[in-house]
């Protein structure tokens, strides 16, 4: 089935240190992406859609400047979270949608996330 | 906001049915209902979805009501490895985003 992968599962780094998380579609093309946030005991919050070739689209709140996406091709969106600070630790999550083929829509599926902590 | 409520936790002895609810009262005519669960430190896992008709896969079976204002997943026979919070989402599905609610803390019981 669709598998979506992310890259790293776990980073610890220190405060003022810029983290790349990547998100790959491993057997299917994938135009949309979402990145979603989770603090713990609390739900998954969407954070921004990544549309490849074109500028991410955030969810009110989040800073675009600090949080940059890149989606440069079918398979690959990347989250950036720029000069991260403490506050941001958290389990950041993406997925991806399927091409639907056949009856009805097919789901997202999700990356297993990472866990970013900042010292 | 999420457009489901479902009940924050329940329990159910390991090998017997588990039935979760799902109230859906406003979805729209071209909305989804999807079934995720979360297992602790891990990206939600897809479960079932359906429009109108009862749904049924290797996982899970998905009951939606006539009226389609609230669903029920059914997990037939519980094991330890199905603890885990399950969410509800109605969405028009494709390249739509997911609003994600508080979920049901699903805990099966040895």
């Known amino acids: 089935g669709a598998v979506v992968s992310q890259h790293p599962s776990r980073v610890i780094c220190k405060s003022g240190t810029s983290v790349k998380i990547e998100c790959r579609s491993l057997?299917?093309?994938?135009?949309?992406m979402f990145w979603y946030r989770q603090f713990p005991k609390q739900s998954l919050m969407l954070m921004a859609t990544?549309?490849?070739?074109?500028?991410?689209?955030?969810e009110q709140g989040v800073e675009k400047d600090k949080f940059l996406i890149n989606h440069a091709s079918l398979t690959l969106s990347t989250l950036t979270v720029t000069s991260a600070h403490p506050e941001d630790s958290s389990f950041y999550i993406c997925?991806?949608?399927?091409?639907?083929?056949?009856?009805?829509?097919?789901?997202?599926?999700f990356g297993d996330g990472t866990r970013l902590s900042i010292l | 906001d999420a457009k489901t409520t479902q009940p924050p936790s329940m329990d159910c002895a390991e090998g017997r049915a588990a039935n979760l609810p799902c109230n859906h009262s406003?979805?729209?005519?071209?909305?989804?209902v999807y079934w995720y669960r979360q297992i602790h430190s891990q990206g939600p896992q897809y479960i079932i979805h359906?429009?109108?008709n009862n749904e049924t896969n290797e996982m899970a079976s998905l009951i939606i009501t006539e009226d389609r204002k609230s669903s029920t997943l059914i997990l037939p026979h519980a094991t330890l490895r199905d603890t885990a919070v399950y969410y509800c989402?109605?969405?028009?599905?494709?390249?739509?985003?997911?609003?994600f609610g508080t979920g049901t803390r699903l805990t099966i019981i040895p």
């Open positions: 997925s991806a949608n399927s091409p639907g083929q056949g009856y009805g829509n097919q789901p997202q599926h």
């Open positions: 057997d299917f093309q994938a135009t949309t």
């Open positions: 990544s549309n490849e070739g074109s500028k991410a689209t955030y």
């Open positions: 406003t979805i729209s005519g071209n909305e989804y």
């Open positions: 359906g429009l109108k």
């Open positions: 989402i109605v969405s028009p599905g494709g390249n739509e985003k997911l609003t």
